[in-house]
């Protein structure tokens, strides 16, 4: 067999359908046997965060309040016509009915499928988490420098 | 060798290619996949990619319509 191909995703946004779009092609690669790894920064961070919904988790007030207000999974918007949040269960609706998979079958399969989930030291740290706040399957928190690393050879993405 | 039956032809990108891997990832050498899908996107990409990954394809059929069965022996 060929040597492996990469790709190494920057999820920077946490809007609902960038990480679909980012998901979408973490999981596709993965199953074309890419070696596929996602580095979750910022906003992107609410896509794994253990708890799904809202909470004020984190050390310090402002950190509480802004994880609070950045929610989690189940909180993530729509990039345009969000409509307060109801776009995107209307959208998983219509995914479901059209036999499209969703966030979360999305997701599961990048797992299934061992995609390298990371998440950005630094803006950990912002926000006053830990790693024990996202899901399991992220493998490591890391710096820029380690992620250049892990990217090398591969191409990268920033969504 | 024991065969085992997927049908994707509800499914669409990426999970067409995803079911078909995760599987074969289930099944041991020289088992038989038939996988049941629809022409367009799938049967360009199914075949392809299982190939590329060591798999082998030994027949591809029309069953119905736009309906086809790849029949894939894994490697």
Known sequence: MVEKKKISIVLFSGDFDKAIAAFTIASGAAAVNYDVNIFFTFWGLNVIKKIKHRNATGKGLLARVFNYLMGGFKNLPLSRLNFAGLSPKLMTNLMRKRNVATLEELINAAIQLNVNLYACEMSINILGLEKDDFIPEVREILGVAKFLNLSEGGEILFI | ?75
């Open chain 2, 1 to 75: 060798m024991k065969t085992f039956k997927l049908d994707i032809t509800k499914e669409h990108c990426p999970m067409t290619f995803v079911k078909t891997k995760l599987e074969l990832e289930k099944l041991s050498k020289g088992d038989i996949l038939e996988v049941v899908l629809k022409e367009g996107e799938p049967l360009e990409n199914v075949p392809k990619t299982v190939t590329e990954q060591g798999n082998k394809v030994l027949e591809i059929k029309n069953i119905q319509d736009d309906i086809f069965l790849v029949i894939i022996e894994k490697g």
